[in-house]
C-alpha cells in the first residue's frame, strides 16, 4: 500500500522560509516523478513544484526562483524549500507521486498547511 506522510508545515511570516518534507512507503520510490501541489481556499488544487525520476524539475511560475524542489531517493523523501514566503502562498500543501509528470493517476499525502501572515 502507498503511503506518502507530508511534514514541516506551519506558521510563518512573510519573506520567512519553511522546508516540507513527504516521505513514501510502499513503493520504489525512486522510479517515480514527485510533486507538490496546493489547494488555497475556494480556489482549484495547482501544481507548485514537480521533479521527475531522472531529475528533470519544473515549477509554477508563481514559485520559481523562491521554491526548491529536490528527493533524496535513499530516503523515499522529497523536500520543497520555500524561501521568500508571501501572504499568497498560503494553502494546503500536498505531496503526489505518479509515473510521470502528468499526475493523472498519482497517489496523495494528506496535506500540510502553510499559513503565510503578513
Known amino acids: 500500500q502507498v503511503q506518502l506522510v507530508e511534514s514541516g508545515g506551519g506558521l510563518v511570516q512573510a519573506g520567512g522560509s519553511l522546508r516540507l518534507s513527504c516521505a513514501a512507503s510502499?513503493?520504489?520510490?525512486?522510479?517515480?516523478?514527485m510533486g507538490w501541489y496546493r489547494q488555497a481556499p475556494g480556489k482549484q488544487r495547482e501544481l507548485v513544484a514537480a521533479?521527475?525520476?531522472?531529475?528533470?524539475?519544473m515549477y509554477a511560475d508563481s514559485v520559481k526562483g523562491r521554491f526548491i524542489i529536490s528527493r533524496d531517493n535513499a530516503k523515499n523523501t522529497v523536500y520543497l524549500q520555500m524561501n521568500s514566503l508571501k501572504p499568497e502562498d498560503t494553502a494546503v500543501f500536498y505531496c503526489?507521486?505518479?509515473?510521470?509528470?502528468?499526475?493523472?493517476?498519482?497517489?496523495w499525502g494528506q496535506g500540510t498547511q502553510v499559513t503565510v501572515s503578513s
Open positions: 503526489a507521486l505518479d509515473r510521470n509528470l502528468s499526475f493523472m493517476r498519482a497517489y
Open positions: 510502499g513503493i520504489i520510490f525512486s522510479y517515480n516523478a
Open positions: 521533479m521527475s525520476s531522472g531529475g528533470t524539475t
